[in-house]
């Protein structure tokens, strides 16, 4: 179950996709401050590009 959750919000992160990240988020009711840490951590990875989002799947 928790599973799930993780890779949820995990793949939304790397997409890069703000409204799905927010989807995922909202099951857990984040404050305004962990959905802005959410954001920046999805920045980085799109600022890091497809070699560096596929290389970290690749590690889980």
């Not at 988020?25 to 989002?53: H, M, R, V």
């Amino acid at each position: 179950e928790a599973c799930a959750s993780f890779f949820g919000v995990y793949l939304s992160t790397v997409s890069g996709n703000r409204l799905w990240l927010h989807h995922e988020l909202s099951y857990f009711n984040p404050t305004d401050g962990e959905t802005k840490s959410f954001e920046k951590i999805q920045d980085c990875y799109e600022e890091a590009g497809l070699k560096a989002k596929s290389q970290d799947v690749q590690f889980m």
